[in-house]
């Protein structure tokens, strides 16, 4: 009879997870095939071109020199973060990059992937802690969340990070329920990992070592395999130091600038608070989880000691770094869920216990209404304006200029360019220094230098977004390919549902006088994420690494 029983229970818990899977295929790979559904907030084409050098470090293997292969990388090819964005996301696109190509949708995969463990860690961790019934309802609802399908949807770390986190989160509670060292080492390097996938990750750390020393005491926080997963931890999280301390000083510099503004006032404190109610959750699930967290307190429910750690712990961390976007307090979401799940248990009479079920379907289905018809933000024409400058080549190098484009460009040029051997000069690299969305430098005074980089630098065209720039060195730029030393080629309407974009144009001028690179220039450009500039003899560019 136990034997049948456990056999149901596997079968049901199959069942379950068949279910989760296919929401999160429904959901976060709509649009999966078109390469244009692009995140334009900045980061996206970083994770997306980081990933690309990954992939071709590998395919190279330059283990003799591998830092100059690096530098020669970025100055191929623009739009690298090394340092400044975390690792893991673009590590994990290498297997996607190798099996379907280089592509938008290739990336998106690993996304996907993510967002299928992300749920099926949930639902392993709720079971074990409640029962199969609220597992699944606190799983469909996080899957079906409005805010975490949008992030399932673009490369960015959010749902890495978040995954990693409730893998974590389940390692943990089993090393407390079992003991076993195997659960303790196996959380420290899901934990590592996390923390390679996002720093904020690192704020888990104090919630997790508070449970235990709520739950099992002081003695068990100093237990041997305690200390020796903290060492492994250490261990693993050692390069992420000098790293971070070398190529992410603006990254530190603005975090610190944060801290302390948000010492005093209100608004600090009551913004993620209000991004709860205003972006991250639907109505239905912020009501119910709040009133479910308040039974659970009046009912002194030991299992949700960890997830109301989890969302106040959490809270005062997030907040005390000043930082200000919904996105960042993205991982108190499935403690809201489960909350949500639990109200089920609120009255002990079976017709509500019917009522409330039906009405955590009803916002399941609704959930996925709203989240099915989202638009998710796109941009079309960067990959027809590089496939065109790739398909018509002239010249060793491309002059690329743009106010909002941070990297596609460079990307969709990788991407149609698999021998390696066109290269993309950035005009806010060249012309001016560009930090994140701000100019700080102006490289060239006078209107005839951009003559001089075309000519030293092997220029063939000039691709731009047509529209006005605030630097006088681009607007030079945007005025001169006008005149008559250039060809208009091509003007590209760039298709978007973001206002900045609204009536841009990509123009692909072809310089009238190129000639060949002048040998041995050197190619400069400052970096201010990471408070350096790179130097190379562009020579060495002429070839493919």
Known sequence: MELGNSYHRSVQSILYLLL??????????????????????????RYLMNGVYFYDLLKDLPLTHAMAYTYQYYARYPALSLGHHPLLLSVAEVPFYTVLGVSVFSARWAIVFFMLGAVIAWFFLIKTLYDEKIALFSSALFATTPFIVGFSRVVLSEIPTLALILVTAYFFYRFVQTDKSKYAYAFAISFSLSVYAKHLAIFMLPIFLL?????????????????L??????????????????????????????SLSSRVGLSPILYYPRAL????????VLILSLVSLGGSLYRRDKRAILFLLWIGIFYVEITCTGAREARYSIYWIPAFCLFAATSVHLFPYRSWKI??????????????????LSQPEYAEGYESAAQYVTENRKGESILFSADIDSGYFVFFTRKHDPYRDLIVLRADKMLVTSRM??????????????????????????????????????????EEVKTDKFVLRKRIPISSNRSTLQGVTLAI??????????????????????????KIQFDDLFHPP
Request: glycine share 4%; proline share 5%.
């Open 509 to 534: 001028y072809e310089y009238k006088d190129y000639v060949p690179p002048v040998r041995g220039r050197i190619l400069t450009m400052n970096i201010p994420l990471m408070g350096d500039s790179i």
């Open 229 to 258: 997963a903290v060492i492994l931890t250490f261990l693993l999280l050692l390069p992420l130091i000098p790293l971070t301390l070398k190529f992410s000083q603006t990254n530190i510099s603005w975090v610190a600038q944060k």
């Open 437 to 478: 969305d701000y100019i700080v430098e102006e490289r060239i005074t006078r209107r005839d230098q951009i003559y001089e980089i075309l000519r030293n630098f092997g220029v063939g065209y000039v691709v731009m977004e047509d529209k006005p720039f605030k630097s006088s060195p681009l607007e030079w730029l945007r």
């Open 355 to 372: 009522l409330l079920s039906s009405l955590l379907i009803f916002t399941v289905a609704y959930q996925t209404y709203l989240a099915f």
């Open 277 to 284: 109610w205003q972006e991250q959750l639907t109505l239905p």
């Open 20 to 45: 989760l899977g296919s929401l999160v295929l429904l959901l976060a790979t709509k649009g999966i095939t078109h390469e244009e559904i692009v995140s334009l907030q900045g980061d996206m084409p």
């Open 211 to 227: 449970y235990l020393l709520l739950t099992r005491g002081v003695r068990k926080l100093l237990a041997k395999e305690v200390i």
